[in-house]
C-alpha cells in the first residue's frame, strides 16, 4: 500500500469506534477517558528522578544525597508501572502491538511538566535497542512513543521538537536488566551508550529530551544522558510513560478509586512481568 494511503488508513482507523482495553466500555478509544481519571491521578514526584515523594518536596532524599555524576537534569513520568498500565507496555513491547505508543504519547502530553520540558527542548532522543533486541521485537518501543509525542504534539499546537532515531547507539549484548540487582544494572551499562558518529552531530550544543517507556533505577537514562553530555548536548533531560515503585519505599501513592471492574474483563489485558525488559 502506497505511504499516502497507509498514512490515511490509519487517520480513519483511529478514529474508529472500540473497546476500552481496560474495563471494556464501547463506544472507546483504547482506554477511555473514566479509567485514565481512575488510574492516572497527579501524583507528587521528585523531579529528579520521578520517584514518589511527599507532597511539597521537589525532590527525593536519594536524588538530594547522590554524590554521583548525573547525566539527567529532570525527569517527568505520566503513570506508576502498576495495573493496568504495566500490562500495556507489555503489550507495547512483548506482543507485537506499537499502536500502543499513541495512547502512552497522549498521557504524556497531558502531563504539565512533560509539556513544559518538551516545549523547553531542541531535539527528542529515543533511548536505543541492542542490535539483537531490535532484530528479536521488530521495533523500538522508545522510538514509537518518541514520535508519536511529536505527532500529537502537533495536532495540539504543542511545541515539540523532532525526534532523532538514530542519534544514540547502545553497544553490545549486555545481559537483560530486569534480571540484574540495583548495583549491577548501573555496571552492566557502563559505556554502553554512544552518540552516532553521523547521526549524532545535531546533539552538540543541543538541549536534549530522552524518552522512554519505563523507568526503573534510573540507570538506562543516566547513562544515556552522560553520553549525549559527553557528545556536547547543553542538558539532558527524560520524558518517560512508567516509573516502577521502588522496594521497600515507604511513600505511599495517593488513593486511586478501588478496581471493580469485572475479574473476566480484567483478564482481557494479559498479565505483564513484575520488572520490565530493556
Same mark, same amino acid.
Given at each position: 500500500m502506497p505511504v499516502s494511503l497507509l498514512s490515511l488508513w490509519h487517520a480513519w482507523s483511529?478514529? !474508529? =469506534?472500540g473497546l476500552c482495553q481496560v474495563c471494556a466500555r464501547w463506544p472507546s478509544e483504547p482506554v477511555c477517558q473514566a479509567c485514565v481519571q481512575r488510574f492516572c491521578l497527579p501524583q507528587p514526584r521528585c523531579q529528579g528522578c520521578a520517584r514518589?515523594?511527599? @507532597?511539597?518536596? *521537589? !525532590? $527525593?532524599?536519594? $536524588?538530594?544525597?547522590? &554524590? %554521583?555524576?548525573?547525566?539527567l537534569t529532570h525527569c517527568a513520568v505520566a503513570v506508576d508501572y502498576a495495573y493496568? !498500565?504495566? &500490562?500495556?507496555?507489555?503489550?507495547l513491547k512483548f506482543?507485537?502491538? *506499537?499502536?500502543?505508543a499513541h495512547s502512552m504519547a497522549r498521557l504524556l502530553l497531558d502531563q504539565p511538566e512533560v509539556r513544559t520540558l518538551l516545549a523547553e527542548a531542541d531535539l527528542i532522543v529515543p533511548v536505543p535497542l541492542t542490535t539483537r533486541r531490535l532484530a528479536e521485537r521488530g521495533y523500538n518501543q522508545a522510538w514509537q512513543i518518541a514520535r508519536s509525542l511529536r505527532r500529537l504534539g502537533r495536532q495540539r499546537g504543542l511545541a515539540v521538537p523532532r525526534p532523532a532515531a538514530q542519534a544514540l547507539v547502545r553497544h553490545g549484548s549486555t545481559p537483560d536488566q530486569h534480571t540484574l540487582s540495583r548495583e549491577e544494572r548501573w555496571q552492566n551499562l557502563c559505556d554502553a551508550f554512544q552518540v552516532h558518529p553521523v547521526h549524532g552531530r545535531d546533539v552538540?550544543?543541543?538541549?536534549?529530551?530522552? @524518552?522512554?517507556d519505563v523507568i +526503573?533505577?534510573?540507570? /538506562?537514562?543516566?547513562?544515556?544522558a552522560l553520553a549525549l553530555r559527553k557528545a556536547g548536548a547543553l542538558d539532558?533531560?527524560?520524558? @518517560?510513560?512508567?516509573?516502577?515503585?521502588? =522496594?521497600?519505599? %515507604?511513600?505511599? =501513592?495517593?488513593?486511586? /478509586? =478501588?478496581?471493580? +471492574?469485572?475479574r473476566h474483563l480484567r483478564d482481557m489485558v494479559h498479565e505483564a512481568p513484575e520488572t520490565p525488559k530493556r
Open positions: 483511529a478514529r !474508529w =469506534p514518589l515523594t511527599g @507532597v511539597h518536596q *521537589p !525532590w $527525593c532524599d536519594e $536524588c538530594l544525597a547522590d &554524590q %554521583t555524576p548525573r547525566g493496568p !498500565w504495566n &500490562q500495556l507496555v507489555a503489550r506482543r507485537g502491538e *506499537p499502536a500502543w552538540h550544543g543541543q538541549r536534549i529530551v530522552l @524518552v522512554d +526503573t533505577t534510573g540507570a /538506562t537514562l543516566q547513562m544515556a539532558v533531560d527524560g520524558v @518517560v510513560f512508567a516509573r516502577t515503585a521502588d =522496594p521497600g519505599s %515507604t511513600v505511599a =501513592p495517593l488513593q486511586q /478509586t =478501588p478496581d471493580r +471492574t469485572p
